[in-house]
């Protein structure tokens, strides 16, 4: 429905600027619907980001469950190569990152699907000629998003990765803190801490940095097509006044239809500039979910066979000859 607003907009100064005077009728009435089209438009987006709050909640629940009882049916060995730190990461950190992206950023690319697909058929309809700027800016925004995407997905891995060797860390270091300060450890582990924390600075920042330079980039695109719209439709109102341009031609249009068309290029290019900006956000909630999913894709702990003998005549002796035993083959704990 707002997209709706920009065109009895343009209307409204078709009204005004109209050469028998101005035509109070269309432009009240252009003026209500568009406040109907507004105020609905609200509640409706309203209703759907209450819905997609419901809708992220099961889901995360969903996911947080599943997490938890993969972990209880895990061997032994997963948990002696993975610190209890790491593992609460992903239980809380990780999963908090999924239903932020799913509860906020997932609406605003929903209704700029929405947005991008209807300004574009309206700016059709109000002038061709003017759609072949975007010929050449939309495709270099979609390019250049698409490259920086590219580099920027692992650095967000790579943080999601060193935050949870921080937390990792610094968990086992807390549980063990007595006996770090029995053997007089504290220098030592505080050195290791500042190494992690150093590298979890690094990871975030560098993440961070090169994300945030994909939105203003994309919103230069943007605004440098919106000025060639502006420039160009300027031209073509002009040739349409003078009479070069008969009304109902290819080139014509008034001075209602660049304002309807800037402000549909305005919603056309809005939408690839928000997605631009929380592509950030939608890369952290990947690696945040791909570190879930690895969890819940691994191998739960074999059951005993269904022969098993039931272990009987126990007299508390118990005597290990000739054994060895390790949780990976490379590194033998028993010999």
């Known amino acids: 429905l707002s997209l709706l607003g920009p065109k009895y907009s ?16 269309t432009v009240w009435s252009s003026v209500v619907k568009m406040l109907v089209c507004y105020v609905l438009s609200a509640v409706l987006s309203y209703l759907l980001a209450v819905l997609m ?19 209880t049916a895990l061997p032994v060995s997963y948990f002696d190569t993975h610190t209890t730190g790491d593992i609460i990461s992903r239980i809380s950190y990780d999963i908090d990152t999924v239903n932020a992206s799913l509860s906020q950023d997932l609406v605003q690319v929903m209704t700029s699907v929405y947005t991008v697909i209807g300004s574009l058929v309206f700016m059709w309809q109000i002038s061709k000629p003017l759609i072949a700027v975007f010929a050449v800016t939309v495709p270099a925004s979609i390019l250049f998003t698409r490259y920086r995407s590219k580099r920027v997905r692992p650095l967000f891995h790579r943080r999601s990765q060193k935050l949870g060797a921080l937390n990792g ?5 807390l549980s063990g803190n007595r006996t770090i300060c029995a053997y007089h450890r504290e220098d030592e582990i505080c050195r290791r801490f500042g190494v ?32 060639l719209i502006m ?16 009304a109902g031609s290819l ?10 068309f800037v402000q549909y290029s305005r919603k056309f290019a809005g939408p690839i500039n928000e997605f631009a900006n929380i592509l950030n956000e ?17 191998q739960p702990e074999s059951p005993d066979p269904a022969d098993a003998p039931a272990l009987s005549g126990v007299s508390g002796k118990v005597e290990l000859q000739n054994v060895s035993f390790g949780y990976s083959p490379e590194k033998t704990i028993l010999h």
Not at 201 to 224: C, K, R
Not at 231 to 246: D, E, H, P, R, V
């Open 169 to 173: 860390y610094a968990e086992e270091m």
């Open 10 to 25: 343009g209307d409204a100064i078709d009204a005004i600027s109209a050469k028998d005077g101005v035509d109070f009728s």
């Open 231 to 246: 420039i160009f439709g300027g031209i073509l109102y002009m040739y349409s006044q003078n009479g070069t341009f008969a």
């Open 196 to 227: 992690r924390n150093k590298d979890a600075m690094d990871a975030y920042y560098e993440a961070e940095y090169y994300g945030a330079t994909l939105g203003p980039s994309v919103n230069f695109i943007n605004n440098f097509s919106i000025s």
């Open 251 to 260: 080139f014509f249009i008034t001075l209602g239809g660049v304002a309807q």
């Open 53 to 71: 709050i419901q809708i992220s909640q099961r889901i995360v629940y969903t996911m947080r469950r599943q997490l938890f009882e993969k972990l």
């Open 282 to 298: 939608f890369q952290s909630a990947f690696a945040a979910a791909e570190r879930i999913f690895r969890i819940i894709d691994e």
